[in-house]
T-cell receptor, first 114, second 114 residues
Framework: NAGVTQTPKFQVLKTGQSMTLQCAQD?????MYWYRQDPGMGLRLIYY???????DKGEVPNGYNVSRLNKREFSLRLESAAPSQTSVYFC?????????????FGPGTRLTVL | EDKVVQSPLSLVVHEGDTVTLNCSYE??????LLWYKQEKKAPTFLFML????IEKKSGRLSSILDKKELFSILNITATQTGDSAIYLC??????????????FGQGTILTVHP
């Protein structure tokens, strides 16, 4: 089992460019999540998908869109990148059900916006 | 607004020392408290606590939850250089549209010197 995989590992964008971060999990989890991590701020939830076909905003959704393509895949899109979106992005998956709150994280994407 | 606060934000110790990391929370619909360890890449799961007063233990690490006072501690005894990492505390939410969402604290950066 690969667990949670993310591509790319690193990306440099210019302000205004767009890109999509890809995430896939092979643990048959129902729920998937996108976080960003900035120094001193822990992990902040951008968007999540409780189940295939549903998505909801998290704490910091502005400037992002998501697609839950199927049960395995959850992508994050930056339509017009801004320097404030420079961050490390983590995808996670979990059961999202009673007493099974553990989430499993991908290796992260380090994004720099110039 | 849900809040998870960790202290201290950073800690430097020597091998063999014992450390205690703190996590306090104010959240709606508390369901669980989780601890993660983050080295260079993705956070990895350590513990999930749901009941007050019951210690969870794994080797030199242990954790306990106090739901009355709304906090948890993570203890590491006989620290080793391999314990150097960011330790993240997160709270899982119950009910409604929460779907296993986690709210993370800022993290504690632990550095263990030989």
């Amino acid at each position: 089992n690969a667990g949670v995989t993310q591509t790319p590992k690193f990306q440099v964008l210019k302000t205004g460019q767009s890109m999509t971060l890809q995430c896939a999990q092979d643990m048959n989890h129902n729920s998937m999540y996108w976080y960003r991590q900035d120094p001193g701020m822990g992990l902040r939830l951008i968007y999540y998908s409780a189940s295939e076909g549903t998505t909801d905003k998290g704490e910091v959704p502005n400037g992002y869109n998501v697609s839950r393509l199927n049960k395995r895949e959850f992508s994050l899109r930056l339509e017009s990148a801004a320097p404030s979106q420079t961050s490390v992005y983590f995808c996670a998956s979990g059961w999202g059900s009673t007493l099974r709150d553990t989430q499993y994280f991908g290796p992260g994407t380090r994004l720099t916006v110039l | 607004e849900d809040k998870v606060v960790q202290s201290p934000l950073s800690l430097v110790v020597h091998e063999g020392d014992t450390v205690t990391l703190n996590c306090s929370y104010e959240v709606t619909n508390f369901r669980s408290l989780l601890w993660y360890k983050q080295e260079k890449k993705a956070p990895t799961f350590l513990f999930m606590l749901t009941s007050s007063g019951i210690e969870k233990k794994s080797g030199r690490l242990s954790s306990i939850l106090d739901k009355k006072e709304l906090f948890s501690i993570l203890n590491i005894t006989a620290t080793q250089t391999g314990d150097s990492a960011i330790y993240l505390c997160a709270v899982g939410h119950a009910g409604g549209t929460s779907y296993g969402k986690l709210t993370f604290g800022q993290g504690t950066i632990l550095t263990v010197h030989p």
